[in-house]
Nanobody
Framework: QVQLVESGGGLVQPGGSLRLSCAAS????????IGWFRQAPGKEREAVSC????????YYAESVKGRFTISGDNAKNTVYLQMNSLTPEDTAVYYC????????????WGQGTQVTVSS
């Protein structure tokens, strides 16, 4: 069983920055991709960014391109999401997730970390 733990959320002013971390433990050798998702009250969950565990290729939602950067550490057991130029529309609970096949569903999830952007 893979365990994912998010951290780094908090309250930040508009225009500010946060860096989220997703630490993985347990069996991770079958990982194919790590993704960051977010969900705000009354809205559907949306994919924010993903990174391939094999070649490091990345994906970004149009709403965060140029502002967010996804990266991993040398051991590929921690993934980061650097978030810059934050706006109130970025307020949500952010989740990291892992999938184990190239085209499969994300089937391992963390518990989430709250990001609030407010003045």
């Amino acid at each position: 069983q893979v365990q994912l733990v998010e951290s780094g959320g908090g309250l930040v002013q508009p225009g500010g920055s946060l860096r989220l971390s997703c630490a993985a433990s347990g069996f991770t050798l079958q990982s194919r991709a790590i993704g960051w998702f977010r969900q705000a009250p009354g809205k559907e969950r949306e994919a924010v960014s993903c990174i391939s565990s094999r070649d490091g290729s990345t994906y970004y939602a149009e709403s965060v391109k140029g502002r967010f950067t996804i990266s991993g550490d040398n051991a590929k057991n921690t993934v980061y999401l650097q978030m810059n130029s934050l706006t109130p529309e970025d307020t949500a609970v952010y989740y990291c997730a892992q999938k184990h096949t190239p085209s499969g569903d994300f089937d391992s999830w963390g518990q989430g970390t709250q990001v609030t952007v407010s003045s």
